[in-house]
């Protein structure tokens, strides 16, 4: 027989224990964050290691399907899980290698071109609206007032971007600290990665011991859910970053247009961020363009308008598959809000996060509805 009262009173206990650590935080504001950050110092490296455990298993995952999943002989039982570490960790290393040897050195190129020739595209501009814009003596008037020229726009907009995407990214601690903090999450997704069915089993158990049985439903629900999003966002991103980078630097070879193999890896960058990131590479294409060919810069706009439509309706359903469930709008929101409050992950984490928390409180609704008939 379940003792009410002594639930009643566990309940009260943790109300007003959480309620002095809540107050005792805000009365202690200071002291509070400086020790949630020495606590973040400390737990880095198992916090980047634990997501490095989960991107390299969506890999290894593939690589155990792939190397004798019928096999029964016992040395290539023990050894698939190692191997397919190992080729998951080398798969890495090859993306990373790729990046820097090919798409880095042709990125820094396109921000030079971009530097060296936005300031005279911008001022040609700012000249002809203002000889053909007498017909509107206001738009003439603001852009007079405006009084700054092209390297004055484009360090403003730099100052901005800096703020949106990347003021949050600063390096923590020296070079030699890095280095040991990236080989200790290394060896500790590897850990984990060796482990993770022990594991899984062990924190079964400890939820079992420690939480109901209704909660620890929720949790998993939880999730579940979340690693459905992670999953599908990270392998389909990746997938139509290379897929958009590949065919847009073919069709400019093709075509004819000018720094083909400099804009085209960058579409394939900029196309990691969902729903905008695509319209963000070709409009920086457009700028190196229209300062060298101006028809040529209309008609790459036309090319990346078609591409977009080519491989958003018929490649990316079959390569991809279905997409993360989240609607349009909220995608937007969660790109610009993630970039805006924590930089370059808040970018590229946003999306998945914002699905997650889309596809749980659908599943609610639904739920409570279904309830109230």
């Not at 349009?328 to 970039?339: C, H, S």
Request: glycine share 8%.
């Amino acid at each position: 027989m379940i003792d009410y009262s002594k639930n009643k009173y566990k309940t009260i206990v943790k109300i007003i224990i959480a309620t002095a650590l809540m107050l005792l935080a805000v009365l202690n504001y200071r002291e509070a964050v400086n020790l949630v950050i020495k606590i973040y110092g400390i737990v880095y490296p198992l916090l980047l290691g634990a997501a490095m455990a989960f991107v390299l298993n969506i890999l290894v995952v593939e690589y155990e399907k792939i190397y004798f999943p019928g096999s029964k002989n016992k040395f290539v039982v023990s050894t698939r899980r190692a191997v397919s570490i190992l080729l998951a960790i080398l798969t890495i290393f090859l993306v990373v290698f790729f990046a820097l040897r090919i798409i880095i050195p042709q990125l820094v190129k396109f921000i030079t071109l971009l530097v060296e020739k936005f300031p005279g595209v911008y001022d040609s501009v700012v000249k002809w609206i203002v000889e053909n814009s007498h017909e509107f003596p206001a738009l003439q008037q603001k852009i007079m007032e405006l009084d700054m020229n092209g390297s004055a726009v484009l360090s403003k907009v730099l100052g901005l971007l800096g703020n949106w995407a990347f003021g949050t990214v600063y390096f923590i601690g020296s070079a030699f600290g890095a280095v040991v903090e990236f080989i200790l999450a290394v060896t500790f997704s590897v850990y984990i990665l060796a482990g993770k069915e022990d594991l899984k089993n062990k924190f079964k158990k400890f939820f079992k011991a420690y939480i109901s049985k209704e909660k620890r439903t929720r949790f998993y629900d939880v999730l579940n859910t979340a690693n459905d999003s992670f999953s599908s966002y990270i392998v389909g991103q990746c997938k139509e970053a290379v897929i958009l980078g590949s065919l847009c630097t073919a069709g400019m070879i093709i075509l004819g247009f000018p720094y083909s193999t400099i804009i085209g890896p960058v579409m394939g960058l900029t196309a990691l961020i969902p729903m905008i990131g695509a319209y963000i590479g070709a409009a920086l294409g457009f700028l190196l363009i229209v300062a060298v060919n101006p028809l040529k810069a209309l008609l790459f706009i036309v090319f990346i308008v078609v591409l977009q439509q080519l491989e958003g309706n018929l490649i990316y359903p079959k390569v991809v598959g279905k997409s993360i469930g989240l609607p349009g709008i909220w995608v937007f929101a969660a790109v610009i809000l993630g970039g805006g409050m924590m930089g370059i992950a808040g970018i590229l984490l946003g999306v998945p996060i914002a699905a997650t928390a889309y596809k749980l409180i659908s599943k609610s609704v639904n739920e409570r509805i279904k309830e109230a008939k």
